[in-house]
């Protein structure tokens, strides 16, 4: 089981920026795919943005350019910059990882938000963004 551990959630103002970090406890960089979500309470768990072995970045439509996520292999660490941070984007945040091999990458790309694809997911660290 792969444990992750998440920090740099924090509280900001309408506009603000977090950096947030996840340390995986191993990594291939050749098969692991990383994804960050958030979630509030009574709500669904939504994807945010994701990454895969190559480096490849993928983000959710209400991003808009504001967000970026990254890998650091040698860490063993993955990232979200977030900037322009609005209220509603009030949430816990939980990055997770999946082996994704080459033959399911594909689909991986298309629907990368389906938690199924996911194996082991963090604890989650508290974004919130006042008016």
């Known amino acids: 089981r792969v444990q992750l551990v998440e920090s740099g959630g924090g509280s900001v103002q309408d506009g603000g920026s977090l950096l947030l970090s996840c340390t995986s406890s191993?990594?291939?960089?050749?098969?692991?795919?990383m994804g960050w979500f958030r979630q509030v309470p009574g709500s669904e768990r939504e994807g945010v943005a994701g990454?895969?072995?190559?480096?490849?970045?993928t983000y959710a439509d209400f991003v808009e350019g504001r967000f970026t996520i990254s890998q650091d292999n040698a860490k063993n660490t993955t990232y979200l910059r977030m900037t322009a941070l609005k209220p509603e984007e009030t949430a816990m945040y939980y990055c997770a990882i999946g082996v994704i091999t080459t033959s399911v990458k594909q689909m991986w790309s298309r629907d990368w938000r389906d938690p199924n694809f996911y194996t082991d997911w963090g604890q989650g660290t508290q974004v919130t963004v006042s008016a």
């Open positions: 191993e990594w291939s960089s050749r098969t692991y795919s």
């Open positions: 990454i895969d072995s190559d480096g490849t970045a």
